[in-house]
């Protein structure tokens, strides 16, 4: 029998994500430019031919949107999936929703204090989470029925799963981007990282002062305002 392959996606652009706030337990909408990525993100899929017999979504509406987009354009319908708390992003506790510069910032050997700070501030420590998704993902791999699983989940939580299935001490070689799949083969256990992809997002518009296209609040057409309230 060949070996069981997870796709593990990252959910597509979020509101928070275009204004660098921190998304752990929290959550925010997608933003059009997102739903434009999950169109090309299962259009990817469905040129890659892979039959899923399994969908997993974190409990995050984020995540379960991306999933639906992502289904509808890969295979013209919503396939159904099952929502898991296992595989939601990291929580943040105090850090929540602040903006991204106030999180710790910890790098190298110290990389593993970043977590200890935020578990100070009722979020999770590194290897809580990565024990808490590869736990989940273990278990949905084991089901005798699974043999191709579709899973969506977060940035922080697919790069500590990463870490996690690679061996202690692996770091990863690449940033997290929206609708990333990471694709492993698992046996017996034991995640093997054998693709990495990136959906093409490069004809999409790129507008708005951060690169992300969604207008922020400098490009108001106050004329246009104006003339709403007149009405």
């Known amino acids: 029998m060949p070996k069981k392959l997870l796709y593990a996606m990252r959910h597509a652009e979020t509101l928070f994500n275009v204004q660098h706030k921190s998304q752990g337990w929290c959550d925010s909408p997608i933003t059009p430019r997102g739903i434009q990525q999950c169109r090309i993100a299962g259009e990817e899929l469905a040129r890659r ?7 997993y979504s974190s409990t995050s509406e984020r995540c379960c949107d991306t999933m639906e987009l992502v289904c509808q354009a890969a295979f013209g319908e919503v396939r159904p999936y099952v929502r898991k708390k296992g595989l939601r992003e990291c929580g943040f506790g105090i850090f929540e929703a602040k903006d991204d510069f106030c999180e710790p910032g910890f790098m190298g050997d110290m990389l593993e204090m970043r977590g200890l700070v935020m578990q100070a501030g009722g979020g999770e420590s590194m290897p809580q989470v990565r024990e808490r998704v590869f736990s989940c993902l273990n278990e949905i791999m084991s089901n005798p029925t699974s043999q191709n699983v579709l899973v969506v989940s977060s940035g922080g939580a697919l790069g500590h799963f990463f ?3 690679s061996g202690h001490g692996a770091q ?14 698992w046996e017996d256990g034991v995640f093997t990282c054998v693709d990495v992809f990136r959906p093409d997002f490069s ?22 305002v104006r003339r709403e309230l007149a009405l």
Do not use: I
């Open 49 to 55: 031919g892979v039959d899923f017999d399994h969908f």
């Open 172 to 185: 990863r070689p690449f940033p997290n981007t929206n609708c990333m799949t990471y694709v492993y083969e």
């Open 163 to 165: 870490v996690r299935a």
């Open 203 to 224: 004809g999409l518009d790129c507008g708005g002062m951060d690169g992300s296209g969604v207008p922020n609040r400098w490009e108001l057409d106050f004329d246009a």
